[in-house]
């Protein structure tokens, strides 16, 4: 079957300048990142703050441009569209952000920044977009009342309902959720996640679910690839992952995951980076399983 989403060898170098005399240090941010998505999955991307996850999403949707590599989108080169093709692309490909209180603009109502989207991209006339609007907050768990209210009046939770409807506005195939529920209370981190899940059997959505909390990815993603310092370093179904990790980095995440019994004896592993090969290719150990070992 072919996979919704296939990047290919994507890489995002940063050149940060240093000083008028010194030379430009290079930011390896993404090198050589590739997996594959198919449609209707929850796939996670795993890893430590500064590991490339972000980057990764945002480069995906050309929010930052990449320095080399292909992503696939149903079988076209992302990267290799015009800026009216891209415009178009946008409208199968949506993100929901880490931040639901920087991501809406202060300034407008609710229901604006959901119909936005429908404005740019010219859909249907203003008492449709409006019906559209209405039907959307709805579905994410929002009141008719809410529509004229501005985002300092909803609490977080709130905000990231709108996230969500304003991402599903022009009905994309694929969202990538950038940190969606890290910002959240985890009672609400709960009813955000269930909503998504919700959300992906009733519309057939698909889900780059990025994120650093390894116990909730378990539960809500079928496979999972964990990065280290800009590379995946092990992918493979979530199951055979948690249970048998095979690289160092992959057993030092998951020892540090909170016990639910505070007084369970834990077993917390250090990573030794001299332990592995940093540039070491992905190869089998194990059926659907890869490792950097």
């Given at each position: 079957m072919?996979?919704?989403?296939?990047?290919r060898?994507?890489?995002?170098?940063?050149?940060?300048?240093?000083?008028?005399?010194?030379?430009?240090?290079?930011?390896?941010?993404?090198?050589?990142?590739?997996?594959?998505?198919?449609?209707?999955?929850?796939?996670g991307?795993?890893?430590?703050?500064?590991?490339?996850k972000?980057?990764?999403?945002?480069?995906?949707l050309?929010l930052?441009?990449?320095?080399a590599?292909?992503?696939?989108f149903?079988?076209?080169?992302?990267?290799?569209?015009?800026?009216?093709?891209?415009?178009?692309a946008r409208?199968?490909?949506?993100?929901?952000?880490?931040?639901?209180y920087?991501?809406?603009?202060?300034?407008?109502?609710?229901?604006?920044?959901?119909?936005?989207?429908?404005?740019i991209?010219?859909?249907g006339?203003?008492p449709?977009?409006?019906?559209r609007?209405?039907?959307?907050f709805e579905m994410?768990?929002?009141?008719?009342?809410?529509?004229?209210?501005?985002p300092?009046?909803?609490s977080g939770g709130?905000?990231?309902?709108?996230?969500?409807?304003r991402?599903?506005?022009?009905?994309?195939?694929?969202?990538?959720a950038?940190?969606?529920v890290?910002?959240?209370d985890?009672?609400?981190?709960?009813?955000?996640?269930?909503?998504?899940?919700e959300?992906?059997?009733?519309l057939?959505?698909t889900?780059?679910?990025?994120?650093?909390?390894?116990?909730?990815?378990?539960?809500?993603?079928?496979?999972?690839a964990?990065m280290?310092?800009?590379?995946?370093?092990?992918?493979?179904e979530?199951?055979a992952?948690?249970?048998?990790?095979?690289?160092?980095?992959t057993?030092?995440?998951?020892?540090?995951?909170?016990?639910?019994d505070?007084?369970?004896?834990?077993?917390?592993i250090?990573?030794?980076?001299?332990?592995f090969?940093?540039d070491?290719p992905?190869r089998?150990?194990?059926?659907?399983?890869?490792?950097?070992?």
């Amino acid at each position: 079957m072919t996979p919704i989403l296939d990047v290919r060898g994507l890489v995002k170098h940063f050149v940060r300048r240093r000083g008028l005399f010194q030379p430009p240090s290079v930011v390896k941010a993404v090198d050589d990142v590739s997996f594959a998505i198919h449609e209707g999955e929850m796939f996670g991307l795993v890893g430590e703050s500064g590991s490339g996850k972000s980057t990764t999403g945002r480069c995906i949707l050309r929010l930052i441009e990449p320095t080399a590599g292909e992503v696939l989108f149903r079988g076209e080169n992302v990267l290799a569209f015009s800026r009216e093709r891209m415009r178009l692309a946008r409208r199968d490909m949506q993100i929901v952000f880490q931040d639901p209180y920087s991501s809406l603009n202060p300034r407008m109502r609710a229901g604006d920044i959901v119909e936005e989207p429908l404005i740019i991209h010219s859909l249907g006339a203003r008492p449709e977009r409006r019906q559209r609007v209405a039907e959307l907050f709805e579905m994410v768990g929002l009141e008719p009342d809410h529509l004229q209210r501005y985002p300092h009046e909803f609490s977080g939770g709130q905000r990231q309902r709108i996230g969500i409807a304003r991402a599903l506005a022009l009905s994309p195939a694929l969202i990538i959720a950038d940190e969606a529920v890290s910002a959240l209370d985890v009672s609400i981190q709960a009813q955000v996640v269930r909503l998504m899940l919700e959300l992906r059997e009733r519309l057939k959505l698909t889900y780059l679910f990025i994120a650093h909390d390894l116990r909730l990815v378990e539960h809500i993603c079928s496979r999972v690839a964990v990065m280290y310092l800009g590379r995946i370093v092990e992918m493979g179904e979530t199951g055979a992952l948690f249970t048998a990790p095979a690289h160092p980095y992959t057993r030092a995440l998951l020892s540090a995951v909170p016990a639910l019994d505070p007084d369970a004896p834990r077993d917390r592993i250090v990573l030794d980076p001299s332990s592995f090969n940093p540039d070491a290719p992905l190869r089998p150990v194990g059926a659907s399983h890869f490792a950097a070992v």
